[in-house]
């Protein structure tokens, strides 16, 4: 299930945005219903229930496992893999529903930002870019410039707050110049924002917004 922000006229684009660990998708279409464009379809699914080891087993909305948010940490490659595969399945109905794949942003926050990277560089279907906040590359050491097909042109905005208590800013930071070794990094931009935690700002909306409005233009009907 998702939380859908409909287009005020014919949908000509779609923003597939992830929200982070614990959380549902409600808020986040919240957030981007305040800076919606009329012809662009937000979606932002909701994850399953599991245990996450990072909080005692503790059963939450999560997209994979996380044992830790150390650089180094264990990573539940099979969980990453597999729902990495469902958001590429939700790309597929939205193009069956008419909206071309490179006229899709996918997006996300914390663990959702990791799973939108992870799933934009593995996906077939060539996209229109990838706005990654607060947030890192999961299994980077077993990604390669081999592994991107489809989206080696693709534009990327990242945003980390410095602040950030939960993802350390070094994470976002090490997440960039991996991207640059498999993306073209003329296209890669990273905003940090002063004494901003775990979260988002409005100057950080902002930049969304216009990222957005640059990636998905309004197409004459």
Same mark, same amino acid.
């Given at each position: ?111 959702? !930002? ?6 934009? /560089? ?20 077993? /990604? ?12 990327? /905005? ?13 994470? !976002? ?5 991996? /991207? ?42």
């Amino acid at each position: 299930m998702s939380a859908i922000v409909p287009a005020t006229c014919k949908a000509t684009a779609a923003v597939i945005f992830l929200h982070g660990l614990g959380d549902t998708g409600h808020g986040w279409a919240q957030a981007l219903a305040a800076i919606r464009a009329p012809h662009v379809k937000y979606i932002c699914p909701h994850a399953p229930v599991m245990p996450v080891s990072l909080n005692m087993n503790m059963a939450m909305p999560s997209w994979f496992d996380i044992v830790s948010l150390r650089p180094d940490a264990e990573e539940d490659e099979s969980g990453i893999r597999r729902a990495a595969e469902s958001i590429r399945e939700l790309i597929d109905e939205e193009v069956k529903n008419g909206i071309p794949s490179h006229r899709i942003v996918l997006g996300g926050f914390s663990q959702g !930002g990791a799973l939108s990277l992870y799933s934009a /560089l593995t996906a077939r279907q060539k996209l229109a870019g990838v706005v990654a906040l607060s947030c890192w590359l999961p299994l980077r050491n077993s /990604l390669s410039q081999s592994v991107v097909v489809s989206n080696k042109e693709i534009s990327v /905005l990242q945003c980390h707050g410095e602040a950030d208590p939960v993802v350390p800013p070094i994470l !976002g930071r090490l997440t960039v110049q991996t /991207l640059k070794t498999m993306l073209n990094p003329d296209n890669i931009t990273f905003r940090t924002y002063p004494g901003v935690p775990h979260s988002a700002c409005a100057e950080e909306m902002e930049d969304i917004e216009r990222f957005i409005e640059e990636q998905l233009p309004p197409v004459n009907q």
